[in-house]
Nanobody, 124 residues
Framework: QVQLVESGGGLVQAGGSLRLSCAAS????????MGWFRQAPGKEREFVAA????????RYADSMKGRFTISRDNAKNTVYLQMSSLKPEDTAVYYC?????????????????WGQGTQVTVSS
């Protein structure tokens, strides 16, 4: 089992940048594919990005490509989401998630463990 704690959210102006972190504890994080999801008020939780256990493979939602970068440091049991060129529509609670296995999925139900989320608010 793994516990996930997100940090780094906050209020930023449109066009700005933020870096989110997800610290994992318990079973070593390199046993898991890691993902970031987000949920805006009144909307379903949606996929943002995911990364393979080794960190050599990534996958992004189309609307995030070129603006967001996912990375991981297995020595620190931490996954990051670097977000740039932020837009008001990026406002949401961002969640870190982990799944056992090797395949990178975009579906929320494929992930076994979730953090509590961190709020990102982008002002216009």
């Amino acid at each position: 089992q793994v516990q996930l704690v997100e940090s780094g959210g906050g209020l930023v102006q449109a066009g700005g940048s933020l870096r989110l972190s997800c610290a994992a504890s318990g079973r070593t994080s390199n046993s898991y594919v890691m993902g970031w999801f987000r949920q805006a008020p009144g909307k379903e939780r949606e996929f943002v990005a995911a990364i393979t256990r080794s960190g050599t493979g990534t996958r992004y939602a189309d609307s995030m490509k070129g603006r967001f970068t996912i990375s991981r440091d297995n020595a620190k049991n931490t996954v990051y989401l670097q977000m740039s060129s932020l837009k008001p529509e990026d406002t949401a609670v961002y969640y870190c998630a982990a799944r056992l296995g090797t395949v990178v999925y975009m579906d929320t139900h494929r992930y076994d463990y979730w953090g509590q989320g961190t709020q990102v608010t982008v002002s216009s």
